[in-house]
């Protein structure tokens, strides 16, 4: 049977994919998001799905112990991974923001110092080489950078942030977000970076 809590883990995802959409850090089908239930138990969203018309309903329960069902987010490795890994890990965004794109297609990460929000909200950031979408390889790489740092940039790809919920989470996202445009103001006015 649903708790009260899971029902609300439900509603805030249904809610942070909604504005990852609005705020174009993903567009339509991509990314992923995801939040612990238990000790043992995830909530992520469905293989596929528009994120900014997700049903609460259609969000999928994985246990860490166990492979992901079918329905489950192309990227459902790297979710499970990362709570394996990561105690501290309650909540994850996947995203594609397209400033970050921009920057990390030219192998850098934003740096936090650029803001003193940065600093505060994304203090490290990891940088994860190419690897194959919803590979295991993916996965690892993810697991073992989100152990180091809440943010890991995935060249060519996007970025995964943790949080002590969704909302710090999606929070991270957009802090990242932020730098990278500020980076690449920096660059087309000539700046180094
Ligand atoms: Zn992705």
Not at 18 to 34: D, I, K, P, Q
Not at 40 to 51: E, V
Not at 121 to 132: D, R, Y
Request: aromatic share 2%.
């Amino acid at each position: 049977m649903e708790t009260w809590t899971e029902a609300l883990r439900r509603a805030e995802l249904v809610a942070v994919g909604a504005t990852l959409v609005r705020r174009g850090l993903v567009r339509g089908r991509e990314g992923n998001l995801s939040c612990r239930l238990d000790a043992r138990t995830i909530l992520l969203t469905p293989r596929g799905a528009d994120k900014g018309r997700l049903a609460a309903p259609d969000l999928v329960r994985c246990r860490l112990d166990e492979p992901p069902p079918a329905q489950a987010s192309s990227e459902a490795l790297a979710h499970l991974a990362v709570y394996r890994r990561c105690p501290a890990a309650q909540a994850l965004v996947h995203a594609h923001p397209p400033d970050l794109l921009a920057l990390a297609g030219r192998g850098l990460v934003p740096d936090p110092g650029l803001l003193d929000e940065g600093l505060a909200i994304v203090p490290v950031i990891e940088n994860v080489p190419p690897l194959p979408p919803g590979s295991e390889r993916l996965a690892e790489a993810c697991a073992d950078a989100l152990a180091r740092a809440p943010v890991a940039v995935l060249r060519r790809h996007g970025v995964f942030c943790s949080g002590a919920d969704i909302w710090q989470a999606l929070q991270r996202v957009e802090v990242v977000e932020l730098l990278a445009g500020i980076a690449l103001s920096e660059t087309w006015r000539g700046a180094e970076i």
